[in-house]
């Protein structure tokens, strides 16, 4: 196939996996906005409120080698389509704090697993299985997904957070971003895989 032919055929895959890799970033880089109103209702502390984010980041050194791996053997569809949705619930998950320091770091242990099943390893896997000449630009513009999710997430959570409270800002951000990103991945992602060729076999007795 030439570049125009699988452009053609897989612009949903690279238009439902840009939209997808918002949604791991969502949590993380709207964090800042919700320090506020957590030390006001909690009295908790910058250090601790930002402490899941360091979860996040250990997490991922220590298990994303394993995810990896699984990603090969069974599939990226899979982890992506059951990602989202898992990441949506934690995400709103949030919502449920009550005060208590070992809930809230909890909560961030579950996002932290669940965000490996939604890391770069799991789309890019969809995009080199389905293009190989225009692979480099596919690859360039689903990279542009977290830079969307920054730009997108932080301005929809103030106002969330300004005119409903924290608690539905929560709520919102984890199943209203969910559901269009689920609906695209689950409508047009799929483990597209070329077909290997074996090499010929070489009769024995063959002349070299």
Not at 10 to 17: D, G, K
Not at 144 to 158: S, T
Request: proline letters at 5%.
């Amino acid at each position: 196939m030439t570049a125009r032919e699988e452009w053609r055929s897989y612009w949903p895959i690279v238009l439902a996996c840009t939209a997808g890799m918002t949604m791991p970033v969502v949590a993380y880089v709207t964090l800042g906005l919700f320090l506020t109103p957590l030390s006001q209702e909690f009295g908790w502390s910058r250090t601790l409120i930002t402490a899941g984010t360091g979860v996040v980041a250990a997490l991922t050194i220590v298990v994303s080698p394993f995810v990896g791996a699984a990603i090969d053997k069974w599939g990226a569809r899979k982890f992506i389509v059951f990602g989202l949705v898992l990441m949506g619930l934690s995400i709103a998950s949030f919502s449920l704090a009550n005060g208590s320091a070992v809930q809230w770091l909890a909560l961030w242990s579950v996002y932290a697993v669940i965000s490996l099943l939604l890391k770069f390893t799991a789309w890019m896997s969809i995009i080199v299985h389905a293009f190989e000449k225009g692979r480099s630009l596919a690859l360039a513009i689903i990279l542009c997904g977290p830079a969307l999710g920054f730009a997108l997430a932080p301005p929809l959570a103030q106002v969330l957070i300004d005119g409903y409270g924290w608690r539905t800002a929560y709520l919102t951000l984890g199943f209203g971003w969910m559901v269009p990103t689920w609906l695209l991945a689950f409508v047009f992602i799929r483990d597209v895989r070329p077909d290997r060729k074996k090499p010929p076999r070489i009769e024995q007795g063959a002349e070299a």
